[in-house]
């Protein structure tokens, strides 16, 4: 039984810094994808990034490219999203998933697996 734990979340202000960590168990975790999507009120589950098994390369869509860094410890099973220069337009729960594949994707459809989330809160 795969399980996702997020955990980090909180209010921060505009400017600011948070991380994000998922715990992973289940499954081998150094052998899967692990993404990070986040979900506003009233809007689609979307895309922040993801990184490959080995955690060689990472992938973001572009309104966090150059903020948010991803990374992971496979010893730990561990992922974590770290995010700078926090915006209000960040606000929403956070979610990590894992990929079926040693590679992500952007697709919320093809991950199976994933966080009850966490809220992350950017005032301004």
């Known amino acids: 039984q795969v399980q996702l734990v997020e955990s980090g979340g909180g209010l921060v202000q505009a400017g600011g810094s948070l991380r994000l960590s998922c715990a992973a168990s289940g499954r081998t975790f150094s052998s899967y994808a692990m993404a990070w999507f986040r979900q506003a009120p009233g809007k689609e589950r979307e895309f922040v990034g993801t990184?490959?098994?080995?955690?060689?390369?990472?992938f973001y869509a572009n309104s966090v490219k150059g903020r948010f860094t991803i990374s992971r410890d496979n010893a730990k099973s561990m992922v974590y999203l770290q995010m700078n220069s926090l915006k209000p337009e960040d606000t929403a729960v956070y979610y990590c998933?894992?990929?079926?594949?040693?590679?992500?994707?952007?697709?919320?459809?093809?991950?199976?697996?994933w966080g009850q989330g966490t809220q992350v809160t950017v005032s301004s």
């Open positions: 990184i490959t098994w080995t955690g060689r390369s990472t």
């Open positions: 998933a894992t990929a079926e594949g040693r590679y992500g994707s952007a697709t919320v459809n093809e991950y199976v697996y």
